[in-house]
Protein backbone atom coordinates (compact mmCIF):
# COMPACT_ATOMS: atom_id res chain seq x y z
CA UNK A 1 0.00 0.00 0.00
CA UNK A 2 3.17 2.18 0.40
CA UNK A 3 4.34 4.10 -3.03
CA UNK A 4 7.51 5.47 -3.75
CA UNK A 5 8.11 8.91 -4.00
CA UNK A 6 6.50 11.18 -6.64
CA UNK A 7 7.00 14.11 -8.46
CA UNK A 8 4.83 17.33 -8.57
CA UNK A 9 2.26 17.86 -11.45
CA UNK A 10 3.74 20.07 -14.29
CA UNK A 11 6.49 17.73 -16.07
CA UNK A 12 6.78 15.52 -19.05
CA UNK A 13 4.17 13.23 -20.76
CA UNK A 14 6.53 10.52 -19.52
CA UNK A 15 5.88 11.10 -16.09
CA UNK A 16 2.30 11.29 -16.02
CA UNK A 17 1.33 7.52 -15.43
CA UNK A 18 3.92 7.55 -12.40
CA UNK A 19 2.15 10.66 -10.88
CA UNK A 20 -0.94 9.33 -10.78
CA UNK A 21 0.27 6.74 -9.21
CA UNK A 22 2.35 8.85 -6.72
CA UNK A 23 -0.54 11.67 -6.16
CA UNK A 24 -3.62 10.06 -6.96
CA UNK A 25 -5.67 12.32 -4.56
CA UNK A 26 -5.30 9.41 -2.21
CA UNK A 27 -6.92 8.35 -5.25
CA UNK A 28 -4.69 6.08 -6.12
CA UNK A 29 -2.68 4.94 -3.76
CA UNK A 30 -1.95 5.40 0.03
CA UNK A 31 -3.74 5.54 2.72
CA UNK A 32 -4.76 8.73 2.42
CA UNK A 33 -2.99 11.00 -0.28
CA UNK A 34 -0.38 9.65 -1.89
CA UNK A 35 0.71 12.40 -2.95
CA UNK A 36 1.80 13.01 0.74
CA UNK A 37 3.30 9.86 1.54
CA UNK A 38 7.03 11.03 2.26
CA UNK A 39 10.28 8.23 0.74
CA UNK A 40 10.92 6.14 3.65
CA UNK A 41 14.11 7.49 4.67
CA UNK A 42 12.25 10.92 5.43
CA UNK A 43 9.10 8.65 6.73
CA UNK A 44 11.79 7.42 9.77
CA UNK A 45 12.62 11.18 10.37
CA UNK A 46 11.40 13.44 12.69
CA UNK A 47 10.10 16.14 12.34
CA UNK A 48 8.70 16.71 9.16
CA UNK A 49 11.39 18.67 7.00
CA UNK A 50 9.83 20.84 4.37
CA UNK A 51 11.38 21.44 0.85
CA UNK A 52 13.37 24.56 0.30
CA UNK A 53 10.07 27.21 0.19
CA UNK A 54 7.30 24.72 1.83
CA UNK A 55 3.64 25.19 2.03
CA UNK A 56 4.03 28.24 4.32
CA UNK A 57 6.55 30.34 1.73
CA UNK A 58 5.55 33.36 -1.12
CA UNK A 59 3.56 35.80 0.46
CA UNK A 60 -0.21 35.45 2.06
CA UNK A 61 -2.63 32.87 1.73
CA UNK A 62 -5.36 33.60 -0.34
CA UNK A 63 -8.44 31.84 -2.46
CA UNK A 64 -8.20 30.53 -5.94
CA UNK A 65 -10.56 29.38 -7.73
CA UNK A 66 -11.62 27.31 -10.76
CA UNK A 67 -14.32 26.93 -13.54
CA UNK A 68 -16.09 23.85 -13.55
CA UNK A 69 -19.05 22.41 -15.42
CA UNK A 70 -21.72 25.57 -15.83
CA UNK A 71 -23.54 24.74 -19.16
CA UNK A 72 -26.50 22.48 -19.65
CA UNK A 73 -24.68 20.39 -22.09
CA UNK A 74 -21.38 19.94 -20.15
CA UNK A 75 -23.66 19.00 -16.96
CA UNK A 76 -25.35 16.30 -19.19
CA UNK A 77 -21.95 14.78 -20.32
CA UNK A 78 -20.37 14.48 -17.10
CA UNK A 79 -23.61 13.30 -15.94
CA UNK A 80 -23.52 10.72 -18.78
CA UNK A 81 -19.99 9.59 -18.73
CA UNK A 82 -19.83 8.68 -14.78
CA UNK A 83 -21.50 4.98 -15.49
CA UNK A 84 -21.95 2.14 -12.67
CA UNK A 85 -18.79 0.46 -13.95
CA UNK A 86 -16.69 3.20 -14.76
CA UNK A 87 -17.39 4.63 -11.14
CA UNK A 88 -16.89 0.71 -9.83
CA UNK A 89 -13.33 1.17 -11.01
CA UNK A 90 -12.05 4.61 -10.35
CA UNK A 91 -8.70 4.66 -8.53
CA UNK A 92 -8.03 1.51 -10.64
CA UNK A 93 -4.31 1.76 -11.53
CA UNK A 94 -4.71 -0.50 -14.77
CA UNK A 95 -8.64 -0.12 -15.32
CA UNK A 96 -8.10 -1.69 -18.61
CA UNK A 97 -7.14 -4.91 -16.98
CA UNK A 98 -8.61 -4.52 -13.32
CA UNK A 99 -12.35 -6.77 -12.77
CA UNK A 100 -15.00 -4.60 -11.97
CA UNK A 101 -15.24 -5.62 -8.02
CA UNK A 102 -18.10 -7.18 -6.59
CA UNK A 103 -20.48 -5.59 -4.46
CA UNK A 104 -20.57 -5.18 -1.01
CA UNK A 105 -23.62 -6.61 0.26
CA UNK A 106 -23.07 -6.12 4.00
CA UNK A 107 -26.20 -6.00 5.89
CA UNK A 108 -27.51 -3.17 7.17
CA UNK A 109 -28.25 -2.87 10.43
CA UNK A 110 -30.93 -0.21 11.97
CA UNK A 111 -29.51 -0.29 15.63
CA UNK A 112 -27.66 3.12 16.49
CA UNK A 113 -23.94 2.45 17.26
CA UNK A 114 -23.22 2.48 20.76
CA UNK A 115 -21.80 5.49 21.89
CA UNK A 116 -17.68 6.47 21.69
CA UNK A 117 -17.30 2.85 20.54
CA UNK A 118 -14.32 2.60 18.98
CA UNK A 119 -13.57 1.39 15.20
CA UNK A 120 -10.70 1.05 13.31
CA UNK A 121 -12.39 0.74 9.93
CA UNK A 122 -15.99 -1.22 9.24
CA UNK A 123 -18.89 -0.65 6.34
CA UNK A 124 -21.06 2.00 7.77
CA UNK A 125 -24.59 0.11 8.53
CA UNK A 126 -26.50 2.04 10.68
CA UNK A 127 -28.10 4.91 8.19
CA UNK A 128 -28.73 8.16 9.15
CA UNK A 129 -27.94 11.23 7.75
CA UNK A 130 -24.20 10.80 7.05
CA UNK A 131 -25.18 8.25 4.49
CA UNK A 132 -27.13 10.41 2.36
CA UNK A 133 -24.43 13.78 2.65
CA UNK A 134 -21.57 12.55 2.64
CA UNK A 135 -20.66 10.05 -0.80
CA UNK A 136 -17.85 9.93 -3.50
CA UNK A 137 -16.32 12.80 -5.69
CA UNK A 138 -15.28 11.44 -8.43
CA UNK A 139 -12.98 13.26 -11.16
CA UNK A 140 -10.46 12.17 -13.98
CA UNK A 141 -6.56 13.31 -14.17
CA UNK A 142 -4.79 15.05 -17.07
CA UNK A 143 -3.85 11.84 -18.47
CA UNK A 144 -7.50 10.15 -18.92
CA UNK A 145 -7.70 7.96 -16.03
CA UNK A 146 -10.38 7.89 -13.36
CA UNK A 147 -9.90 8.68 -9.34
CA UNK A 148 -12.00 9.10 -6.38
CA UNK A 149 -12.19 10.97 -3.08
CA UNK A 150 -14.57 11.41 -0.40
CA UNK A 151 -16.82 14.81 0.48
CA UNK A 152 -19.67 15.74 2.68
CA UNK A 153 -22.40 18.20 2.00
CA UNK A 154 -22.03 20.97 4.74
CA UNK A 155 -24.76 23.35 6.18
CA UNK A 156 -24.24 26.78 4.15
CA UNK A 157 -26.11 29.74 2.60
CA UNK A 158 -26.45 28.39 -0.67
CA UNK A 159 -27.36 25.28 0.09
CA UNK A 160 -24.74 24.08 -2.21
CA UNK A 161 -21.57 23.96 -0.81
CA UNK A 162 -19.40 20.52 -0.60
CA UNK A 163 -16.05 20.41 1.71
CA UNK A 164 -13.38 17.78 0.34
CA UNK A 165 -9.15 17.96 -0.04
CA UNK A 166 -7.56 20.32 -1.89
CA UNK A 167 -5.18 17.60 -3.32
CA UNK A 168 -8.56 15.62 -4.77
CA UNK A 169 -9.13 19.13 -6.86
CA UNK A 170 -5.96 19.65 -8.08
CA UNK A 171 -1.77 19.47 -7.80
CA UNK A 172 0.65 21.75 -7.00
CA UNK A 173 1.57 24.30 -10.05
CA UNK A 174 0.13 27.15 -11.70
CA UNK A 175 -3.62 27.38 -11.86
CA UNK A 176 -4.19 28.06 -15.34
CA UNK A 177 -1.51 25.04 -16.12
CA UNK A 178 -3.95 22.34 -18.22
CA UNK A 179 -2.72 19.52 -15.84
CA UNK A 180 -2.77 21.41 -12.29
CA UNK A 181 -6.90 20.85 -11.78
CA UNK A 182 -8.98 17.44 -12.41
CA UNK A 183 -12.12 17.48 -14.28
CA UNK A 184 -15.02 15.59 -14.81
CA UNK A 185 -15.90 16.53 -11.12
CA UNK A 186 -19.07 14.30 -10.02
CA UNK A 187 -20.29 13.71 -6.68
CA UNK A 188 -23.04 11.32 -5.50
CA UNK A 189 -23.74 11.07 -2.57
CA UNK A 190 -24.79 7.94 -0.36
CA UNK A 191 -22.92 5.87 -3.56
CA UNK A 192 -23.23 2.57 -2.86
CA UNK A 193 -21.80 -0.23 -5.10
CA UNK A 194 -21.93 1.14 -8.18
CA UNK A 195 -25.43 3.27 -7.91
CA UNK A 196 -26.49 6.81 -7.39
CA UNK A 197 -29.58 6.39 -4.54
CA UNK A 198 -29.52 10.30 -5.03
CA UNK A 199 -28.67 11.21 -8.34
CA UNK A 200 -25.05 12.82 -9.04
CA UNK A 201 -24.06 16.26 -8.88
CA UNK A 202 -21.58 17.88 -11.31
CA UNK A 203 -19.51 21.13 -9.98
CA UNK A 204 -19.79 24.41 -10.49
CA UNK A 205 -16.82 25.93 -9.26
CA UNK A 206 -14.39 24.95 -6.92
CA UNK A 207 -11.48 26.39 -4.95
CA UNK A 208 -8.37 26.23 -2.62
CA UNK A 209 -5.65 28.35 -1.07
CA UNK A 210 -3.54 30.12 -3.26
CA UNK A 211 -0.70 27.66 -1.47
CA UNK A 212 -1.31 24.94 -3.96
CA UNK A 213 -0.04 27.43 -6.72
CA UNK A 214 3.56 27.40 -5.61
CA UNK A 215 6.42 26.48 -8.35
CA UNK A 216 6.39 22.38 -8.64
CA UNK A 217 10.23 22.68 -8.90
CA UNK A 218 10.45 23.97 -5.38
CA UNK A 219 7.33 22.87 -3.36
CA UNK A 220 5.70 18.99 -2.76
CA UNK A 221 2.37 18.72 -2.09
CA UNK A 222 3.43 17.23 1.13
CA UNK A 223 4.95 21.15 2.05
CA UNK A 224 1.41 22.46 1.79
CA UNK A 225 -0.24 19.78 3.13
CA UNK A 226 1.84 19.28 6.43
CA UNK A 227 1.09 23.88 6.85
CA UNK A 228 -2.27 23.04 6.92
CA UNK A 229 -4.09 24.01 3.28
CA UNK A 230 -5.27 20.86 2.16
CA UNK A 231 -8.85 21.82 2.14
CA UNK A 232 -11.12 22.19 -1.04
CA UNK A 233 -14.34 23.63 -1.42
CA UNK A 234 -16.92 23.05 -4.04
CA UNK A 235 -20.76 24.08 -5.26
CA UNK A 236 -22.67 21.63 -6.84
CA UNK A 237 -24.80 22.29 -9.62
CA UNK A 238 -29.05 22.12 -8.81
CA UNK A 239 -30.58 19.05 -10.14
CA UNK A 240 -32.42 18.98 -13.59
CA UNK A 241 -35.67 20.43 -11.39
CA UNK A 242 -33.72 23.46 -10.07
CA UNK A 243 -33.01 21.76 -6.59
CA UNK A 244 -29.94 22.91 -4.44
CA UNK A 245 -27.76 19.68 -3.19
CA UNK A 246 -28.71 20.01 0.33
CA UNK A 247 -32.54 19.92 -0.31
CA UNK A 248 -31.92 16.62 -1.42
CA UNK A 249 -28.97 15.06 0.98
CA UNK A 250 -29.60 17.06 3.97
CA UNK A 251 -26.30 18.64 5.09
CA UNK A 252 -23.67 18.34 8.22
CA UNK A 253 -22.49 21.06 10.46
CA UNK A 254 -19.36 22.64 10.21
CA UNK A 255 -16.93 24.45 12.56
CA UNK A 256 -13.68 26.04 12.18
CA UNK A 257 -11.69 26.29 15.49
CA UNK A 258 -8.52 24.64 17.10
CA UNK A 259 -9.05 21.12 18.14
CA UNK A 260 -9.52 19.28 21.41
CA UNK A 261 -7.23 17.08 22.58
CA UNK A 262 -8.41 13.34 23.25
CA UNK A 263 -12.00 14.67 21.85
CA UNK A 264 -13.89 11.95 20.07
CA UNK A 265 -14.16 11.73 16.69
CA UNK A 266 -16.19 9.73 13.66
CA UNK A 267 -14.32 9.63 10.46
CA UNK A 268 -16.01 8.17 7.10
CA UNK A 269 -14.26 7.58 3.37
CA UNK A 270 -14.91 5.57 0.65
CA UNK A 271 -11.24 3.39 0.43
CA UNK A 272 -10.50 1.78 -2.90
CA UNK A 273 -6.88 0.55 -3.05
CA UNK A 274 -8.25 -3.30 -3.10
CA UNK A 275 -8.85 -2.29 -6.52
CA UNK A 276 -4.91 -2.10 -7.01
CA UNK A 277 -3.59 -4.55 -4.03
CA UNK A 278 -5.67 -7.65 -3.11
CA UNK A 279 -3.89 -7.39 0.21
CA UNK A 280 -6.42 -4.14 0.67
CA UNK A 281 -9.79 -5.23 1.56
CA UNK A 282 -11.59 -1.83 0.69
CA UNK A 283 -12.83 -1.53 -3.27
CA UNK A 284 -15.14 1.94 -2.77
CA UNK A 285 -18.16 -0.09 -2.77
CA UNK A 286 -19.52 1.38 0.98
CA UNK A 287 -18.95 4.04 2.59
CA UNK A 288 -16.24 3.03 5.67
CA UNK A 289 -16.48 4.08 9.17
CA UNK A 290 -13.57 4.64 11.79
CA UNK A 291 -14.03 5.87 15.78
CA UNK A 292 -11.60 7.07 18.10
CA UNK A 293 -10.03 9.65 20.42
CA UNK A 294 -8.09 12.63 18.12
CA UNK A 295 -4.47 13.42 18.53
CA UNK A 296 -2.01 15.63 16.55
CA UNK A 297 0.82 13.63 14.42
CA UNK A 298 4.21 13.69 15.80
CA UNK A 299 5.95 15.17 12.82
CA UNK A 300 2.99 16.96 11.43
CA UNK A 301 1.32 18.65 14.66
CA UNK A 302 -1.12 20.60 12.55
CA UNK A 303 -3.02 17.28 11.40
CA UNK A 304 -5.09 15.85 13.82
CA UNK A 305 -6.01 12.14 13.71
CA UNK A 306 -7.55 8.80 14.78
CA UNK A 307 -6.61 5.07 14.55
CA UNK A 308 -8.07 3.84 11.24
CA UNK A 309 -7.10 1.61 8.63
CA UNK A 310 -8.46 3.49 5.41
CA UNK A 311 -6.64 3.30 2.13
CA UNK A 312 -6.77 5.35 -0.91
CA UNK A 313 -9.88 7.15 -1.82
CA UNK A 314 -10.45 8.09 1.73
CA UNK A 315 -9.24 11.58 1.67
CA UNK A 316 -11.69 14.88 1.97
CA UNK A 317 -13.69 12.15 4.06
CA UNK A 318 -15.11 14.43 7.06
CA UNK A 319 -13.65 14.07 10.35
CA UNK A 320 -17.01 15.34 12.72
CA UNK A 321 -17.27 15.78 16.16
CA UNK A 322 -19.97 15.81 18.20
CA UNK A 323 -21.45 13.01 15.95
CA UNK A 324 -24.88 11.47 17.34
CA UNK A 325 -24.96 7.66 15.71
CA UNK A 326 -28.63 7.87 16.37
CA UNK A 327 -29.66 10.82 13.49
CA UNK A 328 -26.32 10.31 11.83
CA UNK A 329 -25.43 13.92 12.41
CA UNK A 330 -21.99 15.77 13.71
CA UNK A 331 -19.87 18.79 13.01
CA UNK A 332 -17.18 18.37 10.26
CA UNK A 333 -14.01 19.58 11.88
CA UNK A 334 -11.94 18.49 9.61
CA UNK A 335 -11.30 16.59 6.24
CA UNK A 336 -8.85 13.80 5.83
CA UNK A 337 -5.55 14.27 4.60
CA UNK A 338 -3.09 11.53 4.99
CA UNK A 339 -1.67 9.13 6.85
CA UNK A 340 1.10 7.66 9.63
CA UNK A 341 3.51 7.90 6.72
CA UNK A 342 4.15 11.57 6.56
CA UNK A 343 2.37 12.55 9.87
CA UNK A 344 3.94 9.85 12.43
CA UNK A 345 2.10 8.24 15.22
CA UNK A 346 1.35 4.36 15.79
CA UNK A 347 -0.04 2.06 12.45
CA UNK A 348 -3.07 3.17 10.77
CA UNK A 349 -3.98 6.28 12.16
CA UNK A 350 -5.88 8.26 9.16
CA UNK A 351 -4.80 11.92 9.76
CA UNK A 352 -6.48 15.15 9.12
CA UNK A 353 -6.42 18.93 7.90
CA UNK A 354 -8.28 20.61 11.11
CA UNK A 355 -10.54 23.38 10.06
CA UNK A 356 -9.66 26.83 10.65
CA UNK A 357 -9.19 30.74 9.50
CA UNK A 358 -8.08 29.61 6.42
CA UNK A 359 -10.93 27.02 5.58
CA UNK A 360 -13.26 29.48 6.69
CA UNK A 361 -11.92 31.88 4.25
CA UNK A 362 -12.61 28.83 1.36
CA UNK A 363 -16.22 28.29 3.13
CA UNK A 364 -17.22 32.16 3.16
CA UNK A 365 -16.08 32.23 -0.85
CA UNK A 366 -18.45 29.11 -1.88
CA UNK A 367 -21.42 29.43 0.06
CA UNK A 368 -21.76 33.22 -1.22
CA UNK A 369 -21.68 31.30 -4.68
Not at 89 to 109: C, H, Q, R, S
Not at 136 to 145: A, E, H, I, N, W
Not at 196 to 206: A, I
Amino acid sequence: MRTPPHRPCGHQDSTRRALRYGIGATVAVSAAVVALVMPTAAANAAPYNPSSTGGSAAGPDATTTHVGATTAQERNRINAYWTPERMKLAGALVPEITPVPANDNTPDDPRPLPVNTPDSGTVWTHGGAVERNVGRLFFTFSDGYDGSCTATVVTSTNRSTVITAAHCLRGVGSPSADDTWNHNFYFVPGYRNGTKPLGGFSVRTMATSSRWDADPDTTESSDVAAAGYDTGLLVTNPTAGGHPIADVTGSQRIAFGRPVKDEFVHAFGYPNYGLNDPGDKYVGARMIHCAGTSHPGPKVPLLWGETCDMSAGSSGGPHLAHFDTRTGTGTVVGVTTTDEELAGGHTPTLYATRLGDRAHRLYDWAQSR
